[in-house]
C-alpha cells in the first residue's frame, strides 16, 4: 500500500470468505517500527483516521482490563460467591487501579492537561467561586440598569425569582444587588 504521512500506510477495502465487506488499515507498529498491524473495520463509511481513533480507545479498554485482571488479581484474589462480594471486590479493584494510574500521570505524564493549563496561565489568578457570581452578577445588574425600564423591570423579577430559590448561601451573594430606580 501507498505510504501517507504519519504511521499511517493506507487501507483497502476487502470481503471476507463469506462476503462480507471489510476495510483494512495498515498501520505502524509503535513498539517495533519495522512490523505494522492490520486494523479490521466493518463500518466502510468511517475514514481510516477514525477506524484507527475508535482502536486506539479500545486498546486502552483492553489494556485496562489485562492489568485488573493479571496485576490486580481481579477474579482470583477474592473468591466471594454472591453478587454483591463480586461487585464490591471489583469496585476495590477497579478503585486501586485509579488511584494508581492517578500516582502514574502526577509522577511520569508530561502530557497532563491540568499540569500544561497552569504552566501557560500563569497570569490567571484563583477566584473564589463567590468572588466570580458576584462579579457576573453585578456586570449583569449593571446592563439590565442600562436597558429600556419596561424590559428590566420584566428582567430584575425573573432575576429576583431565581435569587429567592437559591440555597441561602448564594442568596447571601446576591443581597444586595444595587438596583437602580
Known sequence: PEHTPGNQFGSIIVKTK?????????VRNRNNKRDWLTVLSTDLSLSDEEIIRIYGNRWAIEVFFKST?????????FQGRSYDMMISH????????ILLEWLRRNEKDDKTLCELFFRLCDDIQDMALSTALQSLMSVFVEQLNSVGSRKSTLLKNQLQLWIDSQASFIKALFGQLGWES
Not at 463469506?18 to 495498515?26: N, Q, R
Open 18 to 26: 463469506t462476503g462480507i465487506p471489510v476495510k483494512l488499515v495498515f
Open 90 to 97: 471489583t469496585t476495590i479493584v477497579f478503585t486501586r487501579y
Open 69 to 77: 485482571k493479571s496485576l490486580m488479581k481481579l477474579g482470583t484474589e
